[in-house]
Structures are given as C-alpha cells and as structure tokens.
C-alpha cells in the first residue's frame, strides 16, 4: 500500500487504502462497521474459532459486490481476513475465512490457490493492477 496505493486488479477487485498522503480514495478509515443482517454475522461468528465475532474492517471490493474485511483481533499485523460473497451457490457459506492477511488472500486468488469471490481471479496471460495513484 505505501508503495502502489490503492487500485484495482484485474478491472475486478477494488482495494482501498488507510488514508496516505496523495490518495483521494484514502477513505478506507472513515467506511464504518459493515451493514450486515443478523443472520451474515452469526454465519461469519460460527466460522471462526473464537466463535465471537471481532471488529470488521472492508478493504477491498469486488464488481460483484463481494466485500473482503480484516477481522480486527490482534496486532494489525496479525489479521486474518474474510470474504463476504454476494453470490454464493444455494446452501453453501456465503463467508469464507482466508488465515492470512490481505496480500496473502490476493496471492491465493491470483493463482487460483483459493477462490473466495464470486468470480474467479485467475487469467490467462497474467493479471494487471491499476494503481489509483498514477503510478
């Protein structure tokens, strides 16, 4: 983030930044706690070991509408990350839960290692970011 800033992956995945001189989409901080419905909350709760469900934070957005949120327990270092789909196939988890951070869920979505978003992230020929700074 401190390098490239915000952008966006593959005309796809939108990701936000903490707010850093330059940016004019630094809004990151000022999104607020999530609209969820009752019945989003208590799925992402049971899926996570604690089973209490910690502070989200949305990072990045998909064309889908998808919305990926650091789970803020810990050190910022230390969060995990979870998904939320808007689309999801009948009668499986709209959440999924990824251990690593966000640069680690991007990488696992790229390479088609995990598959959290509605649509998948994996291209042939490679993938572009569009850093929102110009850079």
Not at 41 to 63: I, K, N, Y
Not at 81 to 107: I, K
Request: proline share 8%.
């Amino acid at each position: 983030m401190e390098l490239y800033g915000g952008g966006e992956i593959d005309e796809y995945l939108s990701v936000s930044t903490p707010p850093v001189p330059g940016s004019p989409y630094g809004d990151l901080l000022d999104r607020g706690e999530p609209a969820l419905s009752d019945r989003d909350r208590e799925e992402l709760g049971a899926l996570l070991s604690a089973g209490a469900l910690p502070p989200l934070l949305p990072f990045a957005d998909s064309a889908s509408s998808d919305v990926a949120f650091w789970l803020r327990e810990g050190a910022p270092d230390d969060w995990r990350v979870a998904v939320f789909r808007r689309q999801a196939p009948h009668g499986t988890s709209r959440w999924t839960v990824f251990d690593g951070g966000a640069a680690a869920l991007c990488v696992a979505a790229l390479t088609g290692e995990a598959h959290p978003f509605s649509e998948l992230l994996s291209a042939r020929g490679g993938h572009e970011f569009v850093s929102w700074r110009g850079v």
